[in-house]
């Protein structure tokens, strides 16, 4: 269904997915939070955490509820981290880029909104715990592979350029990340980073996975100079590259190369 035609259908679409990315949003800060304290994430009610009250409905509207109670929970008076805010609204912000990227709902946008909730969660977990649990790799490829059979194409040659890119690319860094390891006798590549570009690269190609990777390191280097740490969760940083690239990527790469 193209929404472009129509000015409702495509404002009532765009709406309805930013409702649905910040519905999404909240979800995942749970779950990685948990994740990372070792907790179950699938039961258990949501809760504060520094009063231990279980929320309520109406303290569990995305946005809204932070607004309403001005960043603090109702119970206790706590002021609740921002981060929750701005995760609910950068991924409506995202579920809307994925609609506007493809212009129509199609198996394409399910596709990317759920590799989205994948790169928010994992790097929320690795900001946390500098590790990426391999759950989330393999959610990635779940979906990768559930989404061949509607892609309307030649199944090998929807995989083909993925496997291309993600051997190439994800192969490439871990030799790189050997030799580092051995010249400056520490880590400075995570296995998981490793798995999360093979992952990504599936879905990019080897052109657009080659921009991710760039873009990937630019991001991590602002982040050290904006941060002023030597180690940082890598893991943000390839995802938001990620992300770019699947919007973007494909006409950067093909602006690219008609240069030639």
Request: net charge neutral; with cysteine; hydrophobic share 50%.
């Amino acid at each position: 269904m193209s929404i472009y035609g129509d000015t409702f259908i495509t404002c009532y679409v765009l709406i309805l997915s930013f409702i649905l990315g910040t519905v999404f949003g909240s979800f995942i800060n749970c779950m990685a939070s948990r994740i990372a304290e070792g907790k179950n994430w699938i039961s258990g009610r949501s809760h504060c955490d520094s009063c231990g009250h279980v929320l309520q409905i109406q303290d569990l509207v995305p946005v809204f509820s932070y607004l309403f109670l001005h960043g603090k929970c109702r119970y206790c008076g706590t002021k609740m981290d921002h981060r929750y805010m701005l995760t609910e609204i950068g991924m409506g912000m995202a579920f809307v880029g994925v609609v506007l990227h493809y212009g129509q709902l199609n198996v394409f946008v399910l596709r990317d909104w759920a590799l989205t909730c994948v790169l928010l969660g994992l790097s929320l977990v690795d900001l946390q715990t500098y590790e990426i649990p391999d759950g989330f790799i393999i959610a990635g490829l779940i979906i990768y592979a559930a989404s061949i059979p509607f892609s309307g194409v030649n199944p090998w040659e929807y995989m083909k350029s993925g496997l291309l890119g993600g051997a190439v690319i994800s192969g490439s860094m871990l030799m790189l990340s050997l030799i580092m390891d051995k010249i400056l006798k520490k880590d400075t590549l995570g296995g998981g980073d490793v798995k999360l570009l093979f992952m990504s690269c599936l879905y990019l190609g080897l052109g657009s996975g080659l921009f991710c990777l760039i873009l990937a390191c630019i991001l991590g280097l602002i982040f050290v100079v904006l941060l002023k740490k030597e180690k940082i969760a890598f893991g943000p940083s390839i995802s938001l590259a990620v992300y770019t690239s699947l919007i973007v990527g494909p006409a950067i790469v093909s602006w690219y190369l008609s240069l030639f």
